[in-house]
């Protein structure tokens, strides 16, 4: 069973910056694909971010590119999202995913096998 837990939410101005963390409580963390995903209220989850399980590559939604970056630390058992330039619209719960498998392209909710509980991400105008 895989447990991820996100932490580093909270309020930033626009154009400010957050850095989000997922602890994973597993065995072999690097065999996940690892995600980020974001509910703002109303609205569906919709994909942020994903990073394979060597971390050499990523793949991200064309409204954060340029501005968010997903890393991992394979040896800590956590993934990251550090989110610069942060504006309204960003405002949302992230949520942490994993999944078993190999590609990052992979964007949709049901093709992740574990969530965590997710992070409030509030943007002040």
């Known amino acids: 069973q895989v447990q991820l837990v996100e932490s580093g939410g909270g309020l930033v101005q626009a154009g400010g910056s957050l850095r989000l963390s997922c602890a994973a409580s597993?065995?072999?963390?690097?065999?996940?694909?690892m995600g980020w995903f974001r509910q703002a209220p109303g609205k569906e989850r919709e994909f942020v971010a994903t990073?394979?399980?060597?971390?050499?590559?990523?793949y991200y939604a064309d409204s954060v590119k340029g501005r968010f970056t997903i890393s991992r630390d394979n040896a800590k058992n956590t993934a990251y999202l550090q989110m610069n330039s942060l504006e309204p619209e960003d405002m949302a719960v992230y949520y942490c995913?994993?999944?078993?498998?190999?590609?990052?392209?992979?964007?949709?909710?049901?093709?992740?096998?574990?969530w965590g509980q997710g992070t409030q991400v509030t943007v002040s105008s």
């Open positions: 597993v065995r072999t963390f690097s065999n996940l694909v």
């Open positions: 990073i394979s399980r060597s971390g050499g590559n990523t």
């Open positions: 995913a994993a999944r078993v498998g190999f590609s990052v392209q992979v964007i949709g909710t049901t093709d992740f096998n574990y």
